[in-house]
């Protein structure tokens, strides 16, 4: 199934990254020709009226000098780069309690067919909406790192899956079928110290799979050496120039994740290309 409809969670400051990040994430919509959707949320917090005296300066709004808010500037960002990407788009911005914040993002990531995600490194709030997204959405993400952003190119020519054998990489494969089928180079990568004959069977299978919905991938598999799944590949995207990486999402218990770390930890804390993961 093609995807047609994104979904874009705008949250926090307008950095100049976050602002390059909403860039990048309309190219690749109109690199799709999807339609994309943004939702501005920000904390509803109680702010206690201001008592004005006489002889106090004019606040901002009776001068007449209003200053925009940070989702204001966020959704104000994304609909300069719609129309210059010239993609059909909507938007709209929101104020909720800060612990709804995350669930409310989910519920409306379940009306589209992707949600695009900018990530700041090791940040814990965005750490935890991708979270929310992932177990409570129903749809795969799209993350896309805020510290690699001027690397990042909006087409994906060079596609890494990154094949472990469990139910959700096969769930990523499926989500990510129409994004494969438009790559020029799809290269399944296995992680493993001790390649056995059933690992390059699941491979070859996934391979031949892969073969009957016009996507002439290749299989090969890489050691660990001691570094953490994740961090092998991370570099191994790095080294062989991959525009985006397919996986799923938590192979080992949430928990066990969230003590020891873990492949998904890892990428998300700190993509190092487009990563489109599924649950």
């Known amino acids: ?66 200053e925009l808010g940070d989702t204001e500037q966020l959704i104000s960002a994304f609909s300069h780069a ?32 992707l949600t695009l995600v900018p990530v700041k490194p090791h940040d814990s709030r965005t750490e935890h909406i991708i979270e929310a997204l992932l177990f409570e959405s129903g749809r795969p993400l799209l993350l896309c790192p805020e510290q690699h952003v001027d690397e990042l190119r909006p087409e994906f020519e060079n596609v890494m899956i990154a094949w472990d054998h469990s139910a959700r990489a096969a769930r990523a494969v499926g989500d990510a079928l129409p994004i494969l089928q438009a790559a020029a180079s799809v290269r399944v990568l296995t992680v493993t110290d001790d390649k056995t004959e059933a690992i390059a069977q699941s491979g070859m299978s996934l391979v031949d799979h892969l073969r009957e919905h016009g996507i002439h ?36 218990s949430r928990l066990n994740e969230i003590v020891w770390g873990g492949v998904t930890k890892t990428v998300i804390g700190e993509p190092p290309c487009w990563v489109m993961i599924s649950y």
């Not at 959707?37 to 904390?43: G, K, M, Q, S, V």
């Not at 590949?233 to 397919?246: C, E, F, T």
């Open 1 to 66: 199934m093609p995807i047609k409809d994104v979904f874009l969670p705008l949250v926090g400051q307008p950095r100049g990254p976050t602002l390059a990040a909403i860039e990048k994430c309309v190219a690749v919509t109109a690199d799709l020709g999807a339609r994309i959707t943004a939702l501005a949320l920000e904390d509803e917090v109680f702010v206690r009226p201001k008592v004005i005296r006489p002889g106090d300066p004019e606040p901002p709004e009776a001068s007449g000098s209003i």
């Open 82 to 113: 719609a129309a210059r990407a010239n993609v059909r788009a909507q938007s709209r911005s929101a104020k909720v309690p800060a612990d709804q914040l995350a669930l409310t993002l989910a519920e409306h990531a379940r009306f589209a067919d």
């Open 217 to 252: 991938a290749t299989f090969e598999t890489t050691e660990g050496g001691g570094s953490s799944t994740g961090k092998v590949l991370g570099s191994w995207a790095n080294s062989h120039a991959i525009d985006a990486i397919v996986m799923g999402a938590y192979h080992h």
